[in-house]
T-cell receptor
């Protein structure tokens, strides 16, 4: 059974800090990995998608990396802002499955 | 491009009653998913459609949950009869290029069962 974990479950940082969110998985055979943001009471917003052949993707202040050999992906947020406060989830599509497996998320609070 | 549309946004019912949720995916997206998200957890897949055929419904509690996607476009998820543990957010998502494509989610339908 594929398992996806995200540690820590919650994180508080002061505004302006650079931070890293972690996503770990037990099976390295993946098609792609997607990072999402979820605001309270809202659906999930796609941030970045990394295909299996890629090592990283960047969008603005966000950078996501993928290391299949170590079973780990990181989401780097530069110069954090209070508006970045949300829950961040990773989701993986494994080779021999046909649906995404989600991590439980990391709840981020950026304090002004 | 319009996003994934869901309704209703909120629903409160008594246990043993029935409820239905509607989803209209992004135009041209062949794959449609229904997820259940319990507070503090990641979404869990209930059912996946490819056009109007079911790809995966292995985690759908078929004694009380049903879903259909007529004509390969919009979809309805029904719960009958509802239990207290069905209280959750029901999320609809779609993707363009099948199961390896990027997922796009709707705002979700929050169900409270009393």
């Amino acid at each position: 059974k594929q398992e996806v974990t995200q540690i820590p479950a919650a994180l508080s940082v002061p505004e302006g800090e650079n931070l890293v969110l972690n996503c770990s998985f037990t099976d390295s055979a993946i098609y792609n990995l997607q990072w999402f943001r979820q605001d309270p009471g809202k659906g999930l917003t796609s941030l970045l998608l990394i295909q299996s052949s890629q090592r990283e993707q960047t969008s603005g202040r966000l950078n996501a990396s993928l290391d299949k050999s170590s079973g780990r992906s990181t989401l780097y947020i530069a110069a954090s802002q209070p508006g970045d406060s949300a829950t961040y989830l990773c989701a993986l599509l494994f080779n021999y499955g046909q649906n995404f497996v989600f991590g439980p998320g990391t709840r981020l609070s950026v304090l002004p | 491009e319009a996003g994934v549309a869901q309704s209703p946004r909120y629903k409160i019912i008594e246990k043993r009653q029935s409820v239905a949720f509607w989803c209209n995916p992004i135009s041209g997206h062949a794959t449609l998913y229904w997820y259940q998200q319990i507070l503090g957890q990641g979404p869990k897949l209930l059912i996946q459609f490819q056009n109007n055929g079911v790809v995966d419904d292995s985690q759908l509690p078929k004694d009380r949950f049903s879903a259909e996607r007529l004509k390969g476009v919009d979809s309805t998820l029904k719960i009958q009869p509802a239990k207290l543990e069905d209280s959750a957010v029901y999320l609809c998502a779609s993707s363009r290029t099948g199961p390896t494509g990027e997922l796009f989610f709707g705002e979700g339908s929050r169900l409270t069962v009393l």
